[in-house]
């Protein structure tokens, strides 16, 4: 995801020699704050995810940003990052000079790409719920007198989460480049790909016929068999043979974006009505997501 690869980029970037030399550490009852580059800084989102590096290890990213989807939105600004084990526990800062080993947390100003690489202070893990997705633990990571963090953090376990799904029981909806969008109307088609699947397309539109009209505006499109089940969206990238995705189109900024996390449920396929039912839950960030039940034509 973006914010481990910004991790792995920003801990490359300049850094600032270490200048406390505290030792020990003292957890505070209060979320996550502190100070960086002197300014004051306070955990509003956060996120983690199984380290690119070591299967044993979490990587961890707290932002102050507020974020619902803090596994799939690009959080910028000051952040707070780090890799853990997997494990509850304590663990102590330290670094290993001679062999270039230990625990480190970062803290990272966005506006001088200056990475404080803190030393002094410890980290613990004191849950992993890999039922609800949640991570959560207790920070105490000082670099210097203007760069240090204290206290609890509760992030998002992105590696759970992205395996979730909610089908809420209303009409589709969401929101589709930032703007409210509320389904009227749908078709499927053949897919013109993929053999033995369909194409449906999720609209705002309410013309009598959409199997005879084109619509350019803010849409939904994605493809899944034309059978029913449960069709889990997944990234291209993630090794699984069966990748669906869904595709939210925004009119108003002529982009797509692609949501792969969730899932879709066709319910019914009715060839002599001629209608397709199902749910969706599709998630591409804070600005594009929808979410409910949708009956589409089935154009010939």
């Known amino acids: 995801m973006a914010f ?67 596994c799939i939105d690009f959080l910028g600004g000051d952040q707070v990052f780090f890799s853990i084990d997997t494990v509850v526990g304590i663990y102590q800062l330290n670094f290993d000079l001679s062999g270039g080993t230990g625990q480190t947390v970062t803290i990272f100003q966005e506006s001088t790409v200056m990475n404080n690489i803190a030393t002094d202070g410890a980290v613990e893990i004191t849950e992993i719920d890999r039922v609800n997705g949640v991570i959560k633990g207790k920070i105490d990571a000082r670099f210097d007198s203007e760069n240090y963090i204290n206290g609890n953090f509760e992030v998002a376990f992105c590696d759970i989460l992205s395996e979730n799904y909610e089908f809420k029981n209303q009409d589709a909806q969401g929101k589709i480049g930032g703007t409210s969008w509320t389904y009227a109307k749908g078709v499927a088609e ?10 449906i397309t999720l609209t705002t539109e309410n013309a009598v016929d959409l199997c005879l009209s ?12 034309k059978q029913t089940g449960v069709y889990q969206l997944r990234d291209y990238w993630s090794g699984d043979d069966e990748n669906y995705s869904v595709s939210i189109y925004s009119s108003s900024e002529s982009s797509t974006d692609v949501a792969t996390w969730g899932a879709i449920e066709i319910i019914e396929v009715d060839e002599l009505g001629g209608t397709i039912s199902g749910r969706i ?20």
């Open 214 to 225: 084109w619509f350019d505006g803010d849409k939904i499109t994605f493809e899944v068999p």
């Open 4 to 70: 481990v690869a910004l991790s792995a980029i920003l801990f490359t970037q300049c850094s600032k020699e270490d200048e406390n030399t505290s030792g020990g550490y003292d957890f505070m009852d209060q979320t996550a704050q502190g100070m960086i580059e002197g300014n004051t800084w306070t955990l509003k989102s956060g996120s983690a995810t199984m380290s690119n590096w070591d299967d044993g290890q979490f990587s961890i990213n707290l932002f102050e940003i507020e974020s619902d989807f803090p």
């Open 190 to 199: 053949d897919s013109y790909f993929s053999p033995g699947e369909i194409e």
């Open 281 to 300: 839950d599709a998630t591409g960030g804070s600005d594009n997501f929808i979410n409910g039940y949708f009956e589409v034509a089935i154009c010939e």
